[in-house]
Nanobody
Framework: QVQLVESGGGLVQAGGSLRLSCAAS????????MGWFRQAPGKEREFVAA????????YLENSVKGRFTISRDNAKNTVYLQMNSLKPEDTAVYYC??????????????WGQGTQVTVSS
């Protein structure tokens, strides 16, 4: 069992930056593929980014390439999402997720409770 807790969300102006963190419980964090998803009001949840268990491989959804970066620190059981050049359309609840297998957009086994990101124009 893995418990995930996101933090770092908030209100930011367009063009600004935020860094989301997701802290995981348990001793086996380093074996999990980690992902970030988001869900805007009235829309389905969508894949944003993923990172392999070692951190050596990352995947980014096309609309965030060049603006977002995913990284992890296995010693701290934490995965990050650095978000730069934020746009109003990035406004959503952001969720982190953990998968036991090698996945990109899914399926994921564990989910956090989400953190709100609001980008004002």
């Amino acid at each position: 069992q893995v418990q995930l807790v996101e933090s770092g969300g908030g209100l930011v102006q367009a063009g600004g930056s935020l860094r989301l963190s997701c802290a995981a419980s348990g001793r086996t964090f380093s074996v999990y593929t980690m992902g970030w998803f988001r869900q805007a009001p009235g829309k389905e949840r969508e894949f944003v980014a993923a990172i392999s268990s070692s951190g050596g491989t990352t995947y980014l959804e096309n609309s965030v390439k060049g603006r977002f970066t995913i990284s992890r620190d296995n010693a701290k059981n934490t995965v990050y999402l650095q978000m730069n050049s934020l746009k109003p359309e990035d406004t959503a609840v952001y969720y982190c997720a953990a998968a036991r297998g090698i996945v990109i957009s899914g399926p994921y086994d564990y989910w956090g409770q989400g953190t709100q990101v609001t980008v004002s124009s």
